[in-house]
């Protein structure tokens, strides 16, 4: 190609660009400012709305906190993390000490929160390799054949005259074979194997105890061989100290001697119990239950049983603050009043042979003997 033909082909590529060059030159002064900032607007309008969405996915989504499985076999770890929501991601092999398949460390740590259906690598031990000694092979210097020197006479020049016959020619020497010993084998040294690892203990499932008190809640998972966690409190209208739910929820498998989160209620507001025509000791007993307590006690006089309870203060059904107090008014016997009953003297029998006379005449004869004094 001649000088004259590449320029006119780089006059050809050179042509369309400049004509864009000017068309985009020719557009940006147009609406380049304007337009910019209303596509900067929307962009930063749109990337916080989708970051806010995520937030607000990532913070609805469960999460569950990374148990400690150092020391666990394999399997017993992906069945405790399968119990708790998780996977297992990946299972790298490192040579330590441990039995084979013992869990070394995990990545992420225990303790760290994740979310429902998220992985965590395992870092599991294996044994290490033995490898013998390689054989040796010992092969014998090669002997190599002597030189044999030729007689004084054999190193003059030959001459044209005829050989002397007191000349005897040199013997040929022929070299022994080589002989190569075989190969030492050294066996190799006897590997002891590790004894197999124990069992790993069964799993045992997560007790159902929603609707439980405390109390039993904890006796039912110590029977099962597992132990209470952490207790978290929650506003409810059930009975404060009541088990609402569990973490592992109730069926999970979980290995022996595990914890069990409990999730119990607590209540600001309770109901005052009908305790009207119970015994003043069942009743002090049913408030105590409920969280109340018992305020001033009321005797008013009833046919009903002494102590027993004949209404109280506030009402039952009334809601109330959680240990408020209530009045009760307890039923006492009656009292009866009585007039005292008196009897009269009895009366002399009159003299034998003697009238009987009559008062009247005897409160005269004493009111003239009287006079008469």
Do not use: C, Y
């Not at 010993?181 to 929603?210: E, H, T």
Request: aromatic share 2%; charged share 20%; proline share 14%.
């Amino acid at each position: 190609m001649t000088m004259v033909d590449q320029v006119a082909t780089t006059a050809e590529q050179e042509a369309p660009t400049g004509r864009w060059e000017k068309l985009r030159r020719s557009s940006g002064d147009r609406g380049g400012s304007s337009g910019g900032i209303m596509l900067t607007g929307a962009g930063l309008v749109a990337t916080l709305v989708v970051v806010s969405l995520l937030w607000w996915v990532s913070a609805q989504r469960p999460q569950a906190e990374v148990p400690n499985l150092v020391g666990m076999p394999r399997t017993q770890a992906e069945a405790l993390l399968s119990g708790m929501g998780l996977k297992m991601r990946a299972a790298h092999d490192e040579v330590s000490d441990q039995p084979v398949g013992t869990v070394l460390r995990t990545d992420p740590p225990a303790g760290q929160a994740l979310e429902q259906g998220g992985g965590v690598s395992l870092t599991l031990a294996s044994a290490p390799l033995t490898v013998g000694p390689s054989s040796t092979v010992v092969t014998p210097p090669v002997q190599e054949a002597p030189v044999v020197q030729a007689a004084p006479e054999a190193q003059q020049p030959a001459t044209a005259a005829a050989p002397r016959a007191d000349v005897v020619p040199p013997a040929v020497v022929v070299p022994p074979p080589v002989v190569v010993p075989p190969p030492v084998v050294v066996p190799p040294p006897v590997v002891v194997q590790p004894p197999p690892p124990p069992p790993a203990p069964a799993l045992r499932p997560v007790p159902d105890v929603a609707g439980f008190d405390l109390v039993r809640a904890r006796r039912a998972l110590a029977d099962s061989g597992l132990r209470v966690g952490s207790v978290i409190e929650m506003e409810s209208r059930e009975r404060p100290w009541t088990v609402l739910r569990t973490n592992p929820r109730a069926g999970v498998a979980v290995s022996p001697d595990s914890t069990v989160d409990l999730l119990v209620a607590k209540r600001t507001q309770v109901v005052v119990p009908s305790v009207v025509g119970l015994d003043r000791v069942k009743a002090e007993r049913m408030l105590a239950n409920d969280g109340l307590r018992v305020g001033s006690v009321t005797e008013m006089e009833s046919n009903q049983p002494s102590s027993t309870v004949l209404r109280t203060n506030p009402r039952a059904g009334t809601e109330v603050a959680l240990g408020s107090t209530v009045d009760l008014v307890v039923a006492k016997p009656p009292t009866t009043n009585t007039p005292p009953t008196t009897t009269p003297p009895p009366s002399k029998p009159p003299a034998p042979g003697k009238p009987k006379e009559s008062a009247d005449v005897k409160g005269r004869e004493t009111s003239t003997n009287g006079g008469n004094k």
